[in-house]
């Protein structure tokens, strides 16, 4: 039994190495599935916190256009959980299970969605950073070895691009608009650049679950190679729109063409990961009381069916 | 800002556009709170159709003034006196039924409604009338299978859905009075009477509510109205504060 296990992980490896998606049905380690699992899981959640901040000015957006655009937005982001659910559940989990793990902190979701968003200009801000950095994220990602995260993850990238542009034209209207305008988008700025370049995770040699990614093509980049690919496409555009960026020690390499930054607080970082961030009880809070004020409603919909199960059975 | 007499045509359409806007609001209340991920999805995307509807109410309202005012002019800088909005729309969302039944009284209204403004001689109104029917219609799919689930599922489903349904009826018979401006268009063509649209409506609530094993209220003498005319229950006021907040305090901005 022990052969025929390591033989289908050599297989296994074989497989990943020259390059072939898995898929739900094929054989795999217990440790790749429960990697993915918890990653795509992890993923769907923060799509699904990653609403509330954004929902949070939907009824204040100060124009018709904006109004749309944001709820279309959000809408997405609803959808993309909604399809990261599906791909998780190929593996075996339940969207009940995963909502529990939720629910009850075990599982994580991105440590960013636990910062207020206390401006119009956050929604600019969201899109272009926040967006930005998951996209980067994502579409290296959107290579990796399971076939299902893969697919998802090509269609979510080409929706978060569109939510990039909808961001940086936000920022963009309101720097035009004049000093006010603009001295709001600055604020957003301040508060959001280090939280954004937290998102990337640890620096790698803290980053305990990176080596068997890595290997099994879960994960395909560090965080931060990442992280720098995302400083200096961010350092140049603010530099366009004139933004400062709240960092003493920032300074061009000359040698390795890129932008060296101060170091993260990585207290900071420690704290909103454990649940210490400036908004972590409010967004479970949240998130556990739509889930509980809708129980009535699941219970309901089952009912119904439960009722009139034998009558469809019958009219089909 | 200056007040504006706003002529029959524009004080039509702004009413149609504030029901739509205001019902609108209040669906996009639920975005990330509903009882599933299905319904955050669908909440979210009935709220963009109405108020996707709003804005081309509202811009060809605006059009049909020629007196340089926008869309967003009309809806960040009107005081709630000065909203049209049928009372129903701005009732809260005090639960997922109160939702339900709230959209579903008027998305039933809407298409008969809609469906006869396709032959509006207005045509910019005949245009907006047939993608909203399509949509209205989706919607009303939406409602009505959510009543029936609600009503016929289980007992605390059951009562919560027969009291909304109780405390929204009384705001339905506002929906079915044609006033001067309603008389005045429709002798035109262009817009539709709309008390000629109640008796299709009841026909078909008073059908939907017993197969969702509710009880059809009994609608008192006392008509609930005053939207079309600015008497607004105080909830709109609250509406309004919170969606004006940010284009008021910066009026000066370009968003």
């Not at chain 1, 908004?279 to 009722?307: L, P």
């Not at chain 2, 409604?113 to 989706?138: C, D, H, M, N, W």
Request: charged share 25%; proline share 3%.
């Amino acid at each position: 039994m022990s052969e025929n296990i390591a033989a289908m992980e050599a297989e296994f490896n074989r497989r990943i190495a020259a390059g072939e998606t898995i898929e739900p049905n094929d054989w795999m380690p217990e440790k790749y599935r429960s990697q993915l699992k918890r990653l795509i899981s992890q993923h769907a959640h923060s799509e699904i916190i990653g609403m509330l901040p954004e929902g949070n000015w939907i009824t204040r957006a100060p124009s018709l256009r904006r109004k749309l655009a944001l709820l279309a937005k959000v809408q997405d982001e609803a959808g993309h959980g909604h399809y990261l659910y599906s791909s998780a559940e190929t593996l075996g989990i339940s969207r009940e299970e995963m909502f529990d793990q939720l629910h009850s902190g075990k599982a994580k979701y991105s440590s960013i969605f636990n910062y207020p968003t206390l401006s119009w200009a956050d929604m600019g801000m969201i899109g272009w950073l926040v967006d930005g950095a998951a996209i980067i994220n994502q579409t290296t990602m959107a290579k990796c070895s399971y076939g299902p995260y893969s697919r998802a993850l090509l269609r979510i990238c080409k929706e978060e691009n569109f939510h990039k542009k909808q961001g940086m034209e936000i920022i963009a209207t309101l720097i035009a608009s004049g000093d006010t305008g603009k001295a709001m988008v600055q604020e957003s700025f301040t508060r959001f650049w280090w939280p954004t370049l937290m998102m990337f995770g640890p620096h790698d040699t803290n980053s305990p679950n990176s080596p068997d990614m890595m290997k099994w093509k879960i994960k395909l980049k560090g965080n931060d190679e990442l992280r720098q690919r995302f400083i200096d496409m961010t350092v140049e555009q603010a530099q366009k729109w004139g933004l400062s960026i709240p960092d003493q020690q920032l300074a061009f390499n000359e040698a390795t063409r890129s932008w060296e930054i101060g170091e993260i607080d990585w207290n900071e970082f420690t704290a909103v990961i454990n649940g210490n961030g400036p908004c972590n009880q409010e967004r479970m809070e949240t998130r556990r009381s739509a889930h509980d004020n809708g129980k009535w409603v699941r219970d309901a919909a089952h009912a119904y069916e439960e009722k009139h199960r034998s009558k469809i059975t019958t009219a089909a | 800002m200056e007040k504006i007499k706003t002529p029959a045509l524009s004080e039509y359409l702004i009413r149609l556009a504030d029901d739509r806007l205001i019902l609108g609001h209040r669906l996009s209340e639920w975005c990330g709170h509903a009882p599933i991920l299905e319904e955050d999805i669908a909440l979210t995307n009935i709220a963009l159709d109405c108020i996707g509807q709003a804005n081309f109410l509202y811009s060809t309202a605006a059009e049909s003034e020629g007196n340089n005012r926008t869309a967003d002019e009309i809806v960040y800088f009107r005081e709630a006196l000065e909203y049209r909005n049928l009372l129903l729309v701005e009732q809260p969302n005090i639960d997922f039924a109160s939702t339900i039944v709230r959209q579903l009284l008027y998305d039933t209204y809407g298409i008969l409604l809609y469906e006869q403004l396709q032959q509006s001689t207005f045509k910019p109104l005949a245009g907006i009338a047939q993608k909203a029917v399509k949509e209205l219609r989706y919607h009303f799919r939406h409602s009505s299978q959510w009543l029936l689930r609600l009503g016929d599922g289980t007992v605390e489903s059951h009562l919560r859905t027969q009291n909304a349904v109780d405390k929204l009826w009384k705001y339905t018979d506002e929906m079915f009075i044609s006033d001067a401006v309603e008389v005045e268009l429709a002798a035109k063509g262009i817009a539709v009477k709309s008390e000629a649209l109640k008796e299709r409506w009841f026909t078909i609530m008073r059908d939907l509510i017993s197969s969702a094993t509710l009880t059809v209220p009994v609608q008192g003498s006392f008509i609930r109205k005053g939207g079309r005319e600015g008497k607004h229950s105080e909830h709109l006021g609250h509406l309004l504060s919170e969606m004006q907040i940010v284009a008021r305090s910066y009026p000066d901005i370009v968003w």
